[in-house]
């Protein structure tokens, strides 16, 4: 029997999900939890997907550990814990053409692609529902790039170290990209609050007109009671 379970690694932690899926079984679970926190100890703060091949007569188990999920790997390159969640708009990160390699080499044994450059188009391609940035780019103009012949020296020599200096420039552009978000985000605000104090006015301008028409129709009857 296969149990699939996705679990941040190395710290698998019992609970009613885990509980649900592994008490009808009849396994220990204490020891599920110990021995996969131990087979994944090197993916810490991941999510990464795990199979338990589970024997039913015996209840004896056996662990398959996946490389965490592509959009996990990019979180985790970035040093960030949530992609962002208007890719179009805002931008989580910038990632150079090395990191993007190394990615694609962490997961291509688990890709269909065939070679590493469609490997690395595949990670591009996740940096697009994300909103992250390639090489201060947005991913689909480097994915035309990579077809043109761009990188075709990184990719073919499967460089996955990134200078310092090239990682302090992609942050500094990346940060001036952050900077315009914010100021953005700030000037849409203002003018959603404005928008809806605008409203609020209009309404209680059209509750004090219509109060006054009350008012006015009330005293006009006191004058003229024969016409009530």
Known sequence: ?????????????????????????????????????????????LK?????????????????????????????????EKASGEQKKLKAGNLSIEQIIKIAKTKHKNMLDRNLKSAVKSVIGSCVSLGVLVENEEPVKVEEQIVSGKYEKEILEGKTETSQEKLDKLKEYF??????????????????????????????????????????????????????
């Open 48 to 80: 990464v997907p795990v199979e338990l091949d589970v024997d039913a007569s015996t209840k004896e188990f056996k662990i398959k550990v996946s490389s965490p999920p592509v959009s996990e790997l990019i979180k985790k390159e970035l040093g960030i």
């Open 175 to 228: 940060e001036q990209i952050r900077t315009k978000q914010e100021e953005i985000i700030k000037k849409e605000q203002e003018e959603k609050e404005a928008e809806e104090e605008a409203k609020k006015a209009e309404t209680e301008k059209a509750k004090k007109e219509k109060n006054l028409k009350i008012r006015k129709k009330r005293q006009k009857k006191k004058k003229n009671p024969k016409n009530n």
């Open 1 to 45: 029997m296969i149990i699939k379970l996705l679990v941040e690694g190395g710290k698998m932690t019992p609970g009613p999900a885990i509980a649900q899926k592994l008490g009808p079984i009849g396994v220990n679970i204490g020891k599920v939890i110990q021995d996969v926190n131990q087979a994944t100890e090197g993916f810490k703060g």
